[in-house]
């Protein structure tokens, strides 16, 4: 006697609607509307009216604009070069010599503090006249250091903020997938007479590129997306070295009330980071492991 098949496509389907609901709601229709008010004038204080593709054309031409998208490439640079060198030492160092949970609950704190507290935290910390770090500097005679009032000092110090407090995040990725190497080809190696370093460029490095490109491209995203730690440090200055195109965004749409030139510029950044992933995606085989 044959038995049907239980279909269980109608209960996935069941299962997944609470997040599509979500999606659609909170990311589709905010996502559609900012489309349309891309190609309006809508300044909050008026209904929009279609003007075409003057927003983008304007945006062509604003100096402002490209200057922000420069600040942001150097901040990415910045962040992405400092956080995935240090996230990979670390990474390597818990892999080969401790596999503490002490330790991985330690890295994971700066993580958990909320931005703008981290923010306000570094603030007072470096600030030139009364931070702790700058009262270091001069007992040992450097002198004060305007690591948040200077510009040439100011996307550096946001960097390593946000450094501070994303590499534990990071590391305990790529330690995951660390594990996920097999011991027997560390021991194979070391017979052969291979050092750490020669085992980490060689083993561990080439097994780890589907975890090494998903912390790339959700940290090339979030750098993009850099606003907070600037809002409550440097407010874009000084004279306009950290701008980001976060807060140029920011300021177009709730400062001056240009919604519909903030829209065009978010459309904007949204294609950059979409032909940026996938080029980086596509360079780094994401999909594809050594690992047979």
Not at 58 to 84: K, M, P
Not at 127 to 136: A, R, S
Not at 206 to 223: D, E, F, N, T, Y
Not at 254 to 280: E, K, N
């Amino acid at each position: 006697m044959k038995t049907k098949r239980r279909d269980d496509r109608r209960a996935a389907w069941w299962f997944l609607l609470p997040v599509l609901v979500g999606f659609a709601v909170f990311y589709g229709y905010p996502a559609i509307r900012g489309a349309w008010y891309s190609v309006t004038d809508y300044t909050m204080l008026n209904q929009p009216s279609f003007v075409g593709a003057d927003n983008y054309t304007e945006l062509a031409r604003d100096g402002e604009f490209w200057h922000s998208l420069l600040v942001t490439v150097w901040y990415v640079v910045l962040n992405i070069g400092s956080q995935t060198l240090l996230a990979l030492g670390v990474a390597s160092l818990m892999h080969r010599l401790t596999r503490s949970t002490v330790l991985r609950a330690a890295l994971l704190l700066p993580w958990l503090v909320p931005n703008v507290t981290v923010g306000l935290l570094w603030m007072w910390l470096l600030d030139t006249n009364l931070g702790f770090v700058n009262h270091l500097l001069t007992s040992l005679g450097v002198g004060p250091v305007g690591f948040l009032t200077d510009a040439t000092w100011a996307m550096p110090s946001v960097a390593a903020i946000n450094t501070w407090a994303y590499t534990g995040y990071t590391a305990l990725l790529l330690y995951a997938g660390m594990l996920q190497i097999p011991q027997y080809l560390y021991e194979s190696a070391a017979i052969d007479g291979a050092n750490e370093w020669r085992m980490f460029r060689r083993i561990t490095l080439p097994l780890l590129r589907p975890v090494l490109a998903l912390v790339l491209v959700v940290s090339l995203i979030g750098s993009f997306q850099i606003f907070d730690t600037i809002a409550v440090t440097t407010f874009g200055g000084p004279v306009s070295a950290t701008r980001v195109i976060y807060y140029f965004i920011y300021e177009q749409a709730f400062r001056y009330f240009h919604m519909g030139y903030a829209a065009a510029a978010a459309i904007c950044l949204a294609l950059i980071l979409g032909v940026l992933t996938a080029i980086q995606m596509r360079l780094l085989r994401a999909s594809r492991s050594d690992l047979a």
